[in-house]
């Protein structure tokens, strides 16, 4: 599976942007859970947001609760992120994921994803 990631770009600070996340090779719904992280310069990749393949289950990193939206338009996909409320420090490449791990390891490293997209750059400045 392919993952394509897109709808990055520059933005103000408490501007939005929505993500996409498409697959080819395959769907979302072949696998478990899909997953967003991000790298800002200089720093680690870390987990962003997280769904399950049914829909019930999500999951966010504590600093983009609140701001941040994972969805779905269906069980096979795409997969989208809406941020909202941005701030400067959200500036980083978006990566999307997927993977067939249970749902405990959604957070973290990125160890439970075996797909990855290839970044898209969001750009949060004035």
């Known amino acids: 599976v392919q993952l394509q990631a897109s709808g990055g770009g520059l933005v103000q600070p408490g501007g939005s942007l929505r993500l996409s996340c498409a697959a080819s090779g395959g769907t979302f719904g072949d696998t478990s859970m899909v997953g967003w992280f991000r790298q800002a310069p200089g720093k680690e990749r870390e987990f962003v947001a997280g769904?399950?393949?049914?829909?019930?289950?999500?999951a966010y990193a504590d600093s983009v609760k609140g701001r941040f939206t994972i969805f779905k338009e269906t069980v096979k996909g795409p997969v989208f992120q809406q941020m909202n409320s941005l701030r400067a420090e959200d500036t980083a490449v978006y990566y999307c994921a997927a993977g067939f791990a249970g749902w405990d390891q959604v957070v973290g490293n990125g160890g439970g994803y075996t797909y990855w997209g290839q970044g898209t750059l969001v750009t949060v400045s004035s």
């Open positions: 769904i399950s393949r049914s829909d019930r289950k999500k």
